[in-house]
């Protein structure tokens, strides 16, 4: 999976910026549910002070969700 983000930089040159996940050994299929792995590991440690039915956006960081996945033979690369 790939994202690639173009535009102008916050000085106003052009800037595109890749990010790239590659998943190996069939692992590919743990990658949409760390999400969910996340937040629930963030509910029961206690570091996540709401509850009840909401929009998830925000509440699991890509660092956090990139952790779920360790372990697994999935790498992440970022490119300018």
């Given at each position: 999976?790939?994202?690639?983000?173009?535009?102008?930089?916050?000085?106003?040159?052009?800037?595109?910026?890749?990010?790239?996940?590659?998943?190996?050994?069939?692992?590919?299929?743990?990658?949409?549910c760390m999400a969910a792995v996340a937040l629930a590991r963030k509910l029961a440690s206690g570091r996540l002070s709401v509850r009840g039915a909401q929009p998830c956006v925000g509440l699991v960081s890509a660092d956090e969700y990139l952790a779920e996945l360790h372990g697994f033979d999935i790498t992440v690369s970022l490119t300018e």
């Open positions: 999976m790939f994202v690639t983000l173009q535009g102008l930089g916050p000085v106003g040159r052009p800037r595109r910026i890749t990010w790239q996940l590659v998943a190996r050994q069939n692992h590919g299929p743990n990658i949409p």
